[in-house]
């Protein structure tokens, strides 16, 4: 007698999609934010001690950032999904405001980032991710309203934060 346990595999497989979602926001936010990351640092002369508790916060939020994919993904099968998404996008604009930071603050500091062309590169890449603030903003509060499609915004945000922009991929101009 065969085994039945598999006639709704495909099914089941598709019903997973909250967990889906999930996981390819968090994987493309995390590659977007790698991104960004590598482009300001590899620009970089090197990093005061600001820099480093800096860089340590946005490790701290993104080793997080596994409880509130999986409290999201488990949260769009049931009523409670307002506060999960809520809280999943709160994590990613932290995220984002942290790595923002960094850019902004070693721009502002002639002792971190050579004068010129990589100066001006690190406060373009810290300019591209501002937007990304205000996007969260928006999908943020459209949670409130349409958990499902917030959802689907984040995944928009992270997968527009990993397109290719002229001063991510720019060649190195110096430094160590």
């Known amino acids: ?41 590899r620009r970089m002369r090197n990093a005061d001690y600001t820099v480093l508790l800096m860089n340590l916060v946005l490790l701290m939020v993104v080793a997080f950032l596994p409880f509130p994919t999986k409290l999201m993904a488990d949260a769009l099968y049931s009523t409670g999904e307002h506060a999960a998404v809520l809280f999943y996008g709160a994590t990613l604009f932290v995220i984002s405001m942290t790595v923002t930071a960094i850019g902004r603050y070693a721009a502002a500091h002639p002792e971190l980032v050579p004068e010129g062309a990589a100066r001006d590169e690190v406060r373009d890449i810290a300019a591209q991710t501002t937007p990304s603030l205000g ?35 720019a060649p190195h101009r110096g430094g160590g």
Not at 137 to 163: H, M, N, Q, R, T
Request: no cysteine; proline share 7%; hydrophobic share 55%.
């Open 1 to 41: 007698m065969p085994d039945t346990s598999f006639d709704h595999l495909w099914s089941a497989i598709g019903q997973q999609w909250p967990s889906y979602v999930a996981y390819v926001t968090s994987f493309w936010t995390i590659g977007g934010l790698w991104i960004v990351h590598h482009g300001i640092f």
């Open 135 to 169: 996007f969260y903003g928006v999908v943020i509060a459209l949670a409130f309203l349409a958990p499902k499609v917030a959802a689907f915004g984040y995944l928009a945000i992270s997968i527009i934060a990993v397109l290719p922009r002229p001063t991510r991929f």
